[in-house]
């Protein structure tokens, strides 16, 4: 396999989604050497099957808004592969939402699934609808609107979304209701996320920024270094964004910034838990903007329009919003400033010219789909329990959590290890993946 012929391929087939093709470079180039060591793989074209979905539905969903007028979005669900178990991955609302975006988080599901340890496929769902400034009743009329579509392709051993960008507990709630209702299954295993009281793990909603600061402990700790006192600059305060702020505190670690699409909030002296609290306040308003930060808490945080988290000095930056938000200038800033780490927390969060800067500057760089593992992770314990008919308390999910956690970075290290015994996370995180997959594929047959 020539990692360059396959792009070539894919990029005349799907010219239009370069963040899909983006994904899939970023893969292949890992797993090139490793795939030419094992010719089963080139003998069942794993390579050339792995990058096109098993299959794509699209499906329009009209509702009606407030103000009485009929609204008409574009509805998706990605079912990219299910060589490990049934689909699983969350369902992104936004504006922006597309083929493309949905095709890059459904490929990467893939590998990030495989790290968790857990038995799940790969998939993303979502919608071009835009949450910012909607009422409860328009959020509601809105999901259930999609499940009505959603319901035919779902199912709790088939295909298992959750949230996103733009889909928390509250959306999580209004769909199921319309799946139940349209399937007159009771099985609340369909969709995780949920909430507590009705087979929501109890650490669903914290479970990607803890995972995420799990990650980081032992990539530190790897590296002979700790979290104590060190300035960590978050982007984005969204679910992401808040579970990584408090888990930050509990952990030492000094919060320095957090941002919106308006602007960053430079926090002085460390966030403290009354702002992290108000973090879900402000998502919940459904306005976007993190100026409300600083205007609740004058003397805590500082506001500047049109400018991001990575301006701010710190130790490590965690990009928790979005694909793409962490530019090669973004790196370039962040390292002349005394940055010396950056985990991904969001999906494919920093640009290639950034993740190339980081590596060649010996800044400690690990991506996404290892670092944010643990919401999806969370989501696999949340299936289990509801398998099971039974609910674990919070304590018992956090040591579970833990464990992932650690067995992602040791696969990380395993794969990734480099001959001048540095760690090749992006490398080690793809490999590990891959390897569960792939073999997977060639035991099942050509398919
Ligand atoms: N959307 C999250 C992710 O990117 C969680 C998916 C899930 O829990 O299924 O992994």
Known sequence: MKAAEIMAQLQAKHAEEKEFLQAAEEVLISIEDIYNQHPEFEKARIVERIVEPDRIFTFRVAWVDDKGDVQVNLGYRVQFNSAIGPYKGGLRFHPKVNLSMLKFLGFEQIFKNSLTTLPMGGAKGGADFDPVGKSDGEIMRFCQAFMTELWKCIGPDTDVP???????GREI????????????EYNTGVLTGKGATWGGS???PEAT???????????????????????????????????????????????????????????????????????LVMRSSNRNKVQDMADKFPAKAKFTAGKKAWSVKCDIALPCAFQNELSEDDAKELVANGC???????????????????QSNKVYFAPGKAVNAGGVATSGLEMTQNAAHLGWAGEEVDAKLHFIMKSIHEACV???????????????????????VATAMVEQGVL
């Open 162 to 168: 959750a949230g996103d960008v733009g889909v928390g």
């Open 173 to 184: 709630g209004y769909m199921y209701g319309m799946y139940k209702k349209l399937a007159r």
């Open 414 to 436: 395993k794969y990734g290890r480099q001959a001048d015994g540095t760690i090749d996370y992006v490398k080690g995180a793809n490999i590990a993946g891959f390897m569960k």
């Open 340 to 358: 010396w780490c950056c985990c991904e927390v969001s999906n494919m969060g920093c640009q290639p010219g950034a993740i190339k800067y980081f």
């Open 202 to 204: 109890i650490l669903r």
């Open 209 to 279: 920024g803890y995972g995420a600061l799990y990650f980081l402990e032992n990539l530190l700790k790897e590296a002979g270094k700790d979290i104590k006192g060190k300035k960590i600059a978050l982007s984005g305060f969204g679910n992401v964004a808040w579970g990584a702020a408090k888990k930050t505190n509990e952990l030492g670690g000094q919060v320095v910034a957090i941002s919106g699409p308006d602007g960053v909030c430079e926090i002085i002296d460390g966030i403290t838990d009354e702002m992290i609290d108000y973090m």
